[in-house]
């Protein structure tokens, strides 16, 4: 599929229709927003504004959520308009964390990605204990607490309607990467989200491990789009497994309630 056609699929399926468990989906005429019915923020999953109309908009959502004491997540993509929509939330106060690569495959296509050999130390992740496993990983990883993460998966693993797959690479009994993938019911797309793995454990083929045995299990579901909000470690390896880049998104977080 062309450019336009991804980007059109992604944006209707992901961005304006997808309905979470655990927040509650509300449109308006610029704005999709999903309010969290947990302790994490709310988000901003589309916006359709211009130079008219985009300042005021975005004090109409600073507002809401202040009123229902709520952080949120606006996630911009590089193709959103106006084109200088992050310049004008870093203006209101929201903090812009560092930008990610869409990157998606087409399971459709000829594919590197499914014949990839899966390691034997890679399987499904079946507990809640190894779920805190996983935390802990990110946690060594990433030197900064994921406990909100852990909940959220928890949550998710315990609801089938979530469509969560979670895998793990295990050595001598020891969880050193892992990677997590959701299917989205209704959509062509199935997303790939961790893939962390601990320094001594790198380039030993758990990362591809891990994409493969997602993006077969994806197949077999009937889900033959793949993405991936992709850091710029992570982007050249999904590149090489054929993954392309289809534009940049920035999670900027809003201003604390008053």
């Given amino acids: 599929m062309d450019r336009d056609t991804i980007l059109n699929l992604y944006n209707q399926h992901l961005r304006i229709e997808l309905i979470e468990p655990d927040s509650l989906m509300e449109r308006t005429d610029s704005v999709i927003r ?6 994490e923020p709310g988000f901003i999953s ?9 300042d005021r908009v975005i004090e109409e959502q600073i507002a809401y959520y202040n009123n229902l004491k709520q952080q949120f997540e606006w996630k911009v993509f590089d193709y ?17 964390e560092e930008s990610e690569a869409l990157m998606i495959s087409d399971l459709t296509e000829t594919n590197q990605l499914l014949p990839t050999p899966i390691l034997p130390e890679v399987r499904n992740i079946m507990t809640e204990q ?16 994921h406990q909100d993460l852990g909940e959220r998966l928890i949550w998710d693993f315990n609801d089938s ?10 050595v001598d009994g020891k969880l050193v990467s892992a990677a997590w993938m959701y299917l989205h019911e209704g959509t062509p797309f199935s997303s790939l989200w961790g893939g962390s793995t601990l320094a001594d454990y ?4 758990f990362y591809s491990s891990l994409l493969a045995i997602r993006a077969r299990e994806a197949v077999e579901c009937g889900y033959p789009l793949l993405t991936v909000d992709a850091s710029s470690m992570s982007k050249p390896i999904l590149e090489k497994h054929g993954f392309r880049c289809y534009g940049y998104s920035t999670p900027c977080m809003s201003p604390k309630f008053e």
Avoid: C
Avoid at 34 to 39: A, D, H, I, R
Avoid at 90 to 95: I, L
Avoid at 130 to 145: A, F, M, P, T
């Fill in 130 to 145: 190894e779920i805190w496993e996983i935390i802990k990983l990110e946690d060594e990883v990433w030197n900064h607490n």
């Fill in 46 to 54: 589309y916006s359709k504004m211009d130079e008219t109309n985009a």
């Fill in 161 to 170: 309607s979530a469509n969560l797959s979670l895998y793990g690479a295990f």
């Fill in 34 to 39: 999903k309010v969290s019915l947990t302790t």
């Fill in 80 to 96: 959103d308009q106006p084109l200088d929509l992050i310049e004008k939330l870093r203006k209101k106060g929201f903090t812009l």
């Fill in 202 to 205: 790198r380039k030993k083929g």
